[in-house]
């Protein structure tokens, strides 16, 4: 019954920024905690950034290196990732995910998950 939809993927130059949305539906979306993922090809799915249900904690991964910043507008049923000096290995699907618990960084914690957005970033 909870959907969630990706947005805002796309190809960029290295250097340059995208942001990503996913907006959730069927259930209420403050009562959610909710990840960023991503996936390159030959590779296990990987944790990028989580968000508390309240917004007020985030968590990234070291990987990140402070690149990306994860933000959620509850008004708008909508978590973002800001991601800025991208590089060529950030080249992979994002999904955005949902846990109706407290954050998490792993994949089997997360009950709901977006189709995913393609992220290209060419040198």
């Known amino acids: 019954q909870v959907q969630l939809v990706e947005s805002g ?48 904690t985030t968590t990234y991964a070291e990987s990140m290196k402070g690149r990306f910043t994860i933000s959620r507008d509850n008004a708008k049923n909508t978590v973002y990732l800001q991601m800025d000096s991208l590089e060529p290995e950030d080249t992979a699907v994002y999904y955005c995910a949902a846990r109706s618990y407290g954050t998490s960084y792993y994949v089997r914690d997360y009950q709901y998950w977006g189709q995913g957005t393609q992220v290209t970033v060419s040198s």
Do not use: D, H
């Open 9 to 56: 993927g796309g190809l960029v130059q290295a250097g340059g920024s995208l942001r990503l949305s996913c907006a959730l539906s069927g259930r209420t979306f403050s009562n959610y905690a909710m990840g960023w993922f991503r996936q390159a090809p030959g590779k296990e799915r990987e944790f990028v950034a989580a968000i508390s249900i309240s917004g007020s």
